[in-house]
């Protein structure tokens, strides 16, 4: 199973982009990047996916580069409702496959 | 947008009672996940289910704990026998699983049990 480190928390300001790296040496051929947002007491909500390259839609950006071993979530502008914890799994294409959490990034936006 | 919805949204119990978890995934879903988190910690898997059976399980996943779908719509988590450190939110997944795309999880909101 690919193993997943991000920072433990980061804090960035109301209307400034914030991008989380995470890293993921291990990655297998078929696996795909999945970032999810978790608030507390919510469950965790997806927010993008991809595999390689630039992904984009209208909460987020994935970045991931040619040797997929780490990937960056960008988030453009960020507001007060973006605190929360961020995870990036990485998991295969088929199957029951389990996605492992690893402890997330605590992102706190400030005003 | 579909969603997958559990109840109850906070369950409180006795220790060494029996608790049963509901949980509704999205209709056209494949994979359902039971997943738990204790209060300040990371989200942790228990079991994936597949075509009317267990795929996958990890090591909190022993004999007091079971899973269902009795009925095509439902999912259920048991725990026969509950004990403090069962306390946690209690989280139900599903994805879609067609073909090789890599179906994302949908989460519900959870089940907080509290076991006293």
């Known amino acids: 199973l690919a193993k997943t480190t991000q920072p433990i928390s980061m804090d960035s300001y109301e209307g400034q982009e914030v991008n989380i790296t995470c890293s993921h040496n291990?990655?297998?051929?078929?696996?795909?990047i999945t970032w999810y947002q978790q608030f507390p007491s919510q469950g965790p909500r997806f927010i993008i996916q991809g595999y390689k390259t630039k992904v984009t839609n209208e909460v987020a950006s994935l970045f991931i580069p040619a040797d997929r071993k780490s990937s960056t979530l960008s988030l453009p502008r960020v507001s007060l409702s973006d605190t929360a914890v961020y995870y990036c799994l990485v998991g295969g294409t088929s199957g029951t496959y389990k996605y492992i959490f690893g402890t997330g990034t605590r992102l706190k936006v400030l005003a | 947008e579909p969603e997958v919805t559990q109840t109850p949204s906070h369950q409180v119990t006795q220790m060494g009672q029996e608790v049963i978890l509901r949980c509704v995934p999205i209709s056209n879903h494949l994979y359902f996940y039971w997943y738990r988190q204790i209060l300040g910690q990371k989200v942790e898997f228990l079991v994936s289910f597949y075509n009317n059976e267990i795929s996958e399980k990890s090591e909190i996943f022993d004999d007091q704990f079971s899973v269902e779908r009795p009925d095509g719509s439902n999912f259920t988590l048991k725990i026969r026998s509950t004990k403090l450190e069962d306390s946690a939110m209690y989280f139900c997944?599903?994805?879609?699983?067609?073909?090789?795309?890599?179906?994302?999880?949908?989460f519900g909101n959870g089940t907080r049990l509290t076991v006293t």
């Open positions: 291990n990655i297998a051929t078929n696996d795909y």
């Open positions: 997944a599903s994805r879609e699983g067609l073909g090789g795309y890599n179906s994302p999880l949908h």
